[in-house]
């Protein structure tokens, strides 16, 4: 009881400057897990075998761009130049069709949000995507749809995708990393949303109906296709769809020095955001217990036992990151979701809804809580013994 | 009877990587019960590191403090905590207050780690030690909006409010204008001469040492000379 009204005391004097920490600390520990779930080796391993398969794959990006009236890009003129047969070939409908075949080399992947929400609702992968996917698919099989991890339980049930019943026939580990070479997302953000893996053509017109051309296109990826065929398909792009279309092979891809440097500086800035916070709180609770040594000292001098001290010291510093783990717990236990809604005069209302508690969002914010608990242990024990070593010098340290 | 001695105390400090600076080296003192008695010496000369082995605050490299005969340096850290709470007061050149709590809060500090002393007691003993001390009137007040010599009456009242026997006191009187040095020397000696305290003063100054029962002189380290004040 003494130590705890001491305790309180400290906190109580600190009020101004623990509010100030508390806000603060509440948005650092909030975008703590993803900065350092991103920088963990097991992230990055699976990032680097995830290029290194795509590479071996012999994986080309179909990319495009959209060309303003009277405008060519610099580029466009020179790879148009490098194409054998630039303007000739099958209709783009024929191609994606044999393309998008059991046989065929090309395959895509989408996210679909849900309009209201915006929150992830589908992922697609298709075609020869579907072998680039972080799970293994029955080749057997027209769809096979997966649900997120925090949805396990809808495995066996049917759900509806486009109109169309369909049984959820597996599970999308949370640790799983979405890829494609130029955006990449870690399951674990795409909680909620059903993964759609679709092998053939004719699964993909029976969804998507007379938008499938434009569906497909987006993300587009062509897997061992030789230069005729990727020539064929981009003028066909070009052609039908009036957009720029070009071939970017994964070895250009990540062989180009803009890509390379991109990735090192987002390593960097994670790295370094870590590195920030965790210093910035490391500093803030020593600045905060040295404050205070002097009061310590006395009362050490009459009497305070070391253990006594020390878990002053250490309830103080866990007193400090209260409010910042209070709101991230609040935030876990008491998820919300905003939902927006249109009525019929041209209004719209934004409202918040209360969601479902996420197991995996509250394993995370309990390693959050451990992390910052290591932390403030550290930082204690080792102001702890500093100050040990100061008040067995004397008082006046001579 | 509370008769604190030293037998062969020293104690080193390493300043630096290849330096280390002998602050005590062998000193053998005894203080008997209901006396002052003034360590005076130049700065650096081991004054505060002697004090702080008698009081248990500082551990010796050698030697051995005893209190009536029995050894006392050596106990572990718990005992010896409850044995400083129980056994000596501290009163220091900076008055060692909490600013941020009253004159009151500040007086029952020692009584909140000592075991004997009952919690319906804290109010009547802090009352007992300020009325002695004439600050009865100020328990409430912060010790930031106290004069220097009424900061460390409070002190002095913190010091003696467990009834502890003993009180060491480093340059006391360091930070106060020549009126309350004397009225701090004057409440010293009151609290040996009239409450039978052993008081043991650290000081500088050689005219308050003049007041003391004894005077102990150190010289690097060493006591090199003790005598009685009027000497």
């Known amino acids: 009881m003494k130590l705890l009204r001491q305790v309180m005391k400290d906190l109580r004097r600190e009020l101004a400057w623990l509010l100030l920490y508390g806000v603060l600390a509440s948005m650092v520990f909030d975008t703590l897990p993803g900065l350092i779930g991103s920088l963990s080796s097991g992230s990055l391993r699976q990032l680097q075998s995830m290029e290194e398969d795509m590479r071996r794959a012999n994986l080309s990006m179909i990319r495009t761009k959209s060309i303003r009236i009277g405008t060519v890009p610099d580029e466009a003129r020179i790879r148009f130049a490098e194409l054998p047969e630039p303007y000739r070939g099958r209709p783009l409908r024929r191609i994606i069709e044999e393309g998008f075949s059991r046989e065929g080399r090309l395959g895509c992947w989408a996210i679909e949000y849900e309009r209201e929400t915006n929150e992830p609702k589908y992922v697609y992968f298709v075609g020869k995507y579907v072998d680039l996917a972080p799970i293994e698919v029955p080749t057997d099989c027209d769809y096979y749809i997966c649900a997120s991890e925090d949805d396990a339980d809808l495995v066996g049930k049917t759900v509806t995708v486009f109109g169309e019943e369909l049984p959820v026939s597996g599970v999308v580990p949370g640790d799983a990393m979405i890829y494609h070479p130029i955006s990449r997302y870690s399951a674990e953000n795409l909680k909620g949303a059903l993964f759609v893996f679709i092998r053939d053509y004719e699964s993909v017109r029976r969804l998507f109906w007379y938008s499938h051309i434009?569906?497909?296109?987006?993300?587009?990826i062509a897997v061992g296709a030789d230069k005729a065929e990727l020539a064929e398909l981009v003028s066909a792009i070009s052609r039908e769809t009036g957009k720029y279309a070009y071939v970017q092979t994964m070895e250009e891809y990540l062989g180009g020095s803009t890509q390379r440097m991109r990735q090192y500086t987002d390593l960097l800035f994670r790295f370094g955001a870590v590195f920030a916070l965790i210093t910035a709180m490391v500093l803030n609770i020593s600045r905060a217990i040295r404050r205070w040594e002097g009061?310590?000292?006395?009362?050490?001098?009459?009497?305070?036992?070391?253990?006594?001290?020390?878990?002053?010291?250490?309830l103080f510093g866990f007193g400090y990151n209260l409010i910042a783990i209070g709101f991230i717990w609040y935030k876990t236990l008491f998820p919300s979701e905003w939902t927006m809604t249109y009525y019929s005069d041209g209004t719209t209302a934004i409202e918040k809804a209360r969601g479902a508690i996420s197991p995996a969002a509250a394993v995370k914010t309990a390693e959050t809580t451990g992390l910052i608990a290591a932390v403030v242990l550290a930082v204690c024990i080792f102001e702890f013994l500093r100050f040990k070593k100061k008040f067995a010098k004397g008082m006046r340290g001579e | 009877m509370k008769t604190i001695a030293a037998r062969g105390l020293s104690k080193s400090y390493k300043i630096s990587?290849?330096?280390?600076?002998?602050?005590?080296?062998?000193?053998d003192l005894e203080i008997s019960e209901g006396g002052i008695t003034a360590i005076v010496g130049p700065s650096g000369s081991g004054k505060s590191t002697l004090l702080n082995m008698l009081g248990l605050i500082v551990r010796p490299d050698s030697g051995e403090v005893l209190l009536d005969g029995e050894r006392i340096d050596s106990m572990r850290e718990g005992k010896r905590?409850?044995?400083?709470?129980?056994?000596?007061?501290?009163?220091?050149?900076?008055?060692?207050?909490?600013?941020?709590?009253s004159v009151y809060s500040n007086i029952r500090l020692p009584m909140l780690y000592n075991k004997k002393i009952r919690f319906t007691e804290y109010r009547r003993r802090v009352h007992e030690a300020a009325e002695s001390l004439g600050i009865a009137d100020?328990?409430?007040?912060?010790p930031?909006?106290?004069?220097?010599?009424?900061?460390?009456?409070?002190?002095?009242?913190?010091?003696?409010v467990c009834d502890q026997p003993i009180i060491l006191a480093d340059e006391p009187t360091g930070s106060l204008d020549a009126e309350n040095r004397d009225i701090v020397m004057d409440i010293l000696l009151d609290l040996c001469k009239n409450k039978g305290r052993t008081v043991v003063i650290v000081t500088h100054d050689l005219s308050l040492a003049a007041r003391c029962d004894r005077i102990i002189r150190m010289k690097d380290g060493r006591i090199a000379e003790e005598n009685n004040g009027e000497e």
Request: hydrophobic share 45%.
């Open chain 2, 144 to 160: 930031s909006r106290l004069s220097g010599g009424e900061r460390q009456r409070v002190a002095i009242a913190r010091a003696i």
């Open chain 2, 138 to 142: 100020k328990l409430r007040r912060k």
């Open chain 2, 17 to 27: 990587k290849d330096s280390v600076v002998n602050a005590v080296s062998g000193a």
């Open chain 1, 214 to 220: 434009t569906f497909v296109n987006d993300n587009l």
């Open chain 2, 81 to 101: 905590c409850r044995f400083r709470n129980a056994n000596f007061g501290y009163v220091m050149q900076d008055f060692a207050l909490i600013d941020g709590e």
């Open chain 1, 295 to 314: 009061e310590y000292s006395i009362h050490r001098l009459f009497g305070a036992p070391e253990p006594f001290v020390f878990a002053r010291m250490l």
